[in-house]
């Protein structure tokens, strides 16, 4: 069976989860530890990151973009990236927006500071990182609701990889009770929508010692 | 004609330059300071960010891995991202380990400090910023070293994307004279091979006032 190493609260690696579930494509997880993986894993991805997805005959895919376009062109099926240039280029600027953008902006500062850290024992929070994300992330929740008044879903009128990666930051800050969904209404409908498909169901049962996600984070009616 | 918005000392900007030229797809650049930038810029692209490659019928393609990703599928001609599934991976691997991991550990401490907040007037350097870039870009040559040496190109047989992102950021540092060559033999004999293909050329004339690059910047035997 092909394996992924992920983290529960790693963006990228839930990107590659919601990837290969959308696809249907079956999978097993394992959960790595990367501040204490040794050669082994580092042979597998040389960044010492998650996720990595490993196919049963051995192909290692480190990255959660990286398996975004990997599955694309390994796997038949329907399309995550879009049919026409234009799609495709906005779903890719999309991509890059959450997994560079935001994650520098907003998940760093609080998955990294508040979630990283303490699982790994590496560091003390840092008050002025954990203030400039939620500073951000009101304009990053801004910029998805009103992506998602003016289209069917973020990228354009069809669901595509910029839904998932969006979907995969905000599910993990939503774990950690990080976003106020009241100030968000465009974006709380879309991604009520997204986190009601079958894709989302795994994630939702993530757990994780020492940390209980808020109610409504199960919730789809939240 | 198509014009490519680009700044002369953005990686990301020159990983465009350098994989339209190896395509010898003709463009013209215009400078675009983003901190300037007003609402027709972030028309084309909302990150605020160079480059922007619009084509002359009006499709607009923001980003440097973007643009690699649209020129592979909308132009005819050899490919930069590898023919197999593993080729291609590891292009895609090593395109965002220099565009995610390179720029955070040190483009953005090196560039970002010294040379952005220069021309924009935004700041002053940080010098705890610098020595991190430092101290990264040893880890960093030896790992192109070690890349270099054990392959014809950085990743793999042929010459792709993986060498245009690495070179692109490294020539950025390069024109500020914080590459010491003598220290990484390997990483120096393929950079001399990407600075001599044609590709190269106009980068190795760029010009910024209040920066004089070292003599060996041009040079194709330094």
Known sequence: ??????????????????????????????????????????????????????????????????????????????????????????????????????????????????????ISGRGTPDGTAIRAGYANLRF??????????TRAWLGGAQLTYADLAAAAHLSCLDFIGDIDWSRAPFAKDWYARVKSRPSFRALLHDKLPGFTPPPYYMDLDF
């Not at 990228?12 to 050669?39: C, D, H, K, M, Y």
């Not at 990053?140 to 008044?149: A, P």
Request: hydrophobic share 40%; glycine share 6%; proline share 5%.
């Open 1 to 118: 069976m092909r394996i992924l190493y992920h983290l529960p609260l790693s963006p990228q690696s839930r990107l590659a989860r919601l990837s290969l579930s959308e696809r249907r494509i079956p999978f097993e997880t394992r959960v790595e530890n990367v501040w204490e993986s040794g050669e082994d894993f580092l042979a597998l991805n040389p960044a010492r990151e998650v996720p990595v997805l490993v196919e049963e005959y051995g192909l290692a895919v480190p990255g959660g973009s990286v398996i975004a376009e990997y599955l694309e062109e390994a796997y038949t099926g329907a399309t995550l990236l879009g049919h026409t240039l234009e799609e495709r280029i906005e779903t890719r600027r999309l991509l890059n927006w959450f997994d560079v953008k935001f994650h520098n902006e907003v998940s760093r500062n609080l998955l990294g500071e508040k979630v990283d850290k303490r």
């Open 140 to 149: 990053h929740l801004d910029y998805i609701g009103w992506l998602s008044e």
